[in-house]
Every structure is written in C-alpha cells, then in structure tokens.
C-alpha cells in the first residue's frame, strides 16, 4: 500500500474533542487503502506554556534541559492520538522523534535534521499499525533530545515523508490551504489550488504561516509532494505545492507581510565579522534580511525574535560600543511570483500605486521570485490590500468560490 504521512498542528488537536476528529481523519486514510503515519505538534498553546514555566524557574533556562522540559508537548499529543485510533478500532503505536529515527545536528532548540533512519517505521506500518510521531524533535550526534525550532513539526513530517517515498506529505491546520494572501488582512484573498516550491517558499520566509520555510525548502530537495489541508473542512482540496513550470509572463501568485521588523545596522571596517557576533549573541542565523556593504551591514529580524525592544538595544549598544545600532520598527509587504524579480513591470505597478496612495517606502528590494517594500508598521495592511488589488486581481491559479 502507498504510505501518506500527515501532519496535524497544535490547533488540531487543541482538545479532546479535535483529537477525535483527528483520528477520524486518519481513519478515513486506512479506509483508502494507505498505511498512515501521522506526526502531531503539541496541543494549543501548550509550548508556549512549557516555555513561560522555564522562565519562571530560571533567568536563562540551559538549553538541553529546555530541550527536554518542550518536547513534552509532542508526546502529550502523539499518546492521547495514539489511544483515540485505538478506541476506534485501528491499532496504533506512538513514537518520539528519536525513536523514529529522527538524527538531528546543530545547537539545541534550533537542531536541523542530518538524516532520517525509517526502519522502526516501517516496521510499525509492517505490522499492520498507525503510527503516530511525535513533531519537532529528533536525537543528536550525543543521544541528547533536542528541539527543531519554530515550525519543526512540518520539518519532521517532510523528512519522514522523503525517507519512506511517501505519495504524499499533508499538512493539515487551522486554515484550507494556501491563500493569495493572509484573509485576516485582505478580504479579497483567493486560496490557490496549486503553487510552486519556489513561491512557497518565498512567501513563506516573506510572513506567510501556513507552512515552515525549512519544511518546504527539504520537500523542494527531495520531491515531497506537499498538500495544505484543512483539519475541520474535508470537502476543502486545499493547495497542492509541487515543481511548476513558469509561466511565460511572470506574475504575482501572492502576497505576505511581516507586520514587525527590527532592523540592527552594523557599521565597522569588518562588519560582516561584527554582523556574525550579533547573530551569535541573538542565537539566529535565519533572519529575514541580510544585506552588506562596505562598512555597513543591515539585518532585519523579527520581532517576536526580540522579547524587548528597548533591552535589547541597550544591550547591542553596551556589547559593540556604539558600531551597532537599532532603528525603528519597519514593516514589510512582499510580492511573490516566478520570475518575479526578473521584471520592472510589476515593481513600476507597485511603485506608481503605492505612491498615488500616499503611502512612504522606506526601502525596495528583490530577489529571483519577490520583491519587498519596507514600510511603518501601522500601513501593512494598507500596503497589503493595496498591492493585492493592484498586482493579483484575478490572475492568480485559484478556485473559483461561488
């Protein structure tokens, strides 16, 4: 039988009753004739729990046992799925990370996956058997639990996917599947029914949260169909993210924003040097912007990265003796598309409608398949809803709701 993994976030199986609506679905999917493996995040907001009580009992919790302490969630979660399917009459087993063969490296609370070890896996599938694995956490070189980072969940369900040559890797959430962009901001907001592995990507490094850049830049490595699913609307088909060909004209697919960036300038003979200090000091490598000249290197970082702003400005101004400094929040609207920053066409569109609108660009930049406005923070929305209307329209690959 094929094998479909599916991946289910903490707002799935927020409660007991989401939990059984989960086992539902992955009932459905043995019915179909697949054998299933099924990763779960942990329930609602309960890593964010877990993380308030290690403040609570430490100014500056070790990551190792910060380590240990959050991947309790994951195991809350995949045990309680587990014994739903078996309620239901299908046998299951729950598995963490390391026993299923998740090899991380790197620094605690921000591992990457090296490799993946099936075998236990499939042995489990062998047996006729869901098996239900625990998000966000493998074992590293030391046998030591550690944590994957933001999103890490839809990471080790692509790299389960990937090792077991799975048809199809599902992503199931809150929401049913991609949109044009974020409907909360734009009313007019399509959902797409298929999308590229490049613009996924890019619009989810641009603020787009239905899917984890990692996650989608590991399934573009190794052919992982991708399927964004609602968990709670199974007539939805979602959005399929798979290798497309461009089109012959490049256009916006989508738009996505980060409603608050914090940008550190670095000015020194060796910036790029001083740059990598402050990256180390903030524990981050993966920022939004990185951009270097000369003697002057600007990093812009999420907020939410940044616990406090104020802090955390006086500390880079004590650490690096005035060579490093903090502005004021930006904003950032970004348009997707193949091809995108390859043309001056929708860039002139952007520009002329933006400054019609009065609203200031503090700064542009693009890359092969975006280009982003830096913009105050309470004109996201507007800068959003404008540029939806102006570059999308009808244009992008949706389905038509009646």
């Known amino acids: 039988m094929s094998i479909i993994v599916q991946k289910y976030g903490g707002s799935s199986v927020a409660s007991e009753d989401k939990i059984r609506l989960v086992a539902g679905r992955v009932m459905e999917a043995k019915r179909n004739g697949h054998d299933v493996v099924v ?78 070890d099936p075998r236990r896996v499939l042995d489990e599938l062998g047996r006729g058997r869901v098996a239900v694995v625990a998000g966000y956490q493998g074992a590293n070189p030391d046998g030591e639990v550690a944590t994957l980072g933001r999103g890490g969940s839809d990471t080790t369900a692509v790299a389960l996917a990937a090792a077991l040559k799975a048809e199809c890797c599902e992503i199931y959430s809150d929401v049913d599947g991609v949109y044009s962009a974020d409907p909360r901001i734009v009313k007019g907001a ?75 300038v670095v000015e020194d003979d060796d910036a790029r040097a001083l740059g990598d200090e402050v990256l180390e000091l903030l524990g981050k490598a993966d920022i939004f912007l990185d951009r270097a000249e000369g003697r002057r290197r600007e990093l812009l970082i999420a907020a939410e990265d940044v616990a406090d702003p104020e802090a955390f400005a006086e500390q880079m101004q004590e650490h690096f003796d005035g060579r490093v400094s903090v502005e004021p929040r930006r904003g950032s609207v970004s348009a997707v598309g193949l091809g995108l920053g390859e043309t001056n066409k929708p860039l002139q569109k952007a520009r002329a409608c933006l400054d019609k609108a009065g609203v200031s660009v503090y700064a542009e930049f693009r890359n092969e398949h975006s280009f982003t406005c830096l913009v105050d923070p309470p004109q996201v ?21 009646a």
């Open 190 to 264: 399509k959902r797409i029914d298929e999308i590229s592995y490049a613009e996924m990507v890019e619009l989810a490094r641009h603020g787009a949260s239905v899917l984890n850049t990692r996650a989608v830049e590991y399934a573009w490595k190794h052919g992982v169909e991708l399927r964004a699913r609602s968990t709670f609307d199974a007539d939805s088909p979602g959005t399929v993210i798979r290798e497309l060909p461009r089109e012959d004209e490049p256009r916006v697919i989508g738009v996505a924003c980060h409603k608050a960036l914090v940008p550190v």
């Open 39 to 116: 990763v779960v995040s942990a329930m609602g907001s309960t890593t964010n729990e877990l993380l308030g009580l290690a403040n609570n009992v430490s100014d500056n919790p070790p990551p190792r046992e910060l380590d240990m302490l959050l991947t309790a969630g994951e195991r809350i979660s995949m045990s309680l799925l587990s014994m739903a399917i078996q309620r239901m009459g299908t046998d299951a087993i729950s598995l963490t990370g390391p026993q299923s063969g998740i090899h991380t490296k790197g620094a605690h609370f921000n591992a990457n996956i090296d490799r993946v």
């Open 381 to 401: 929305s507007r800068t959003m809803n404008l540029l939806h209307d102006e570059l999308i329209g009808s244009s992008v690959r949706e389905r038509e709701v």
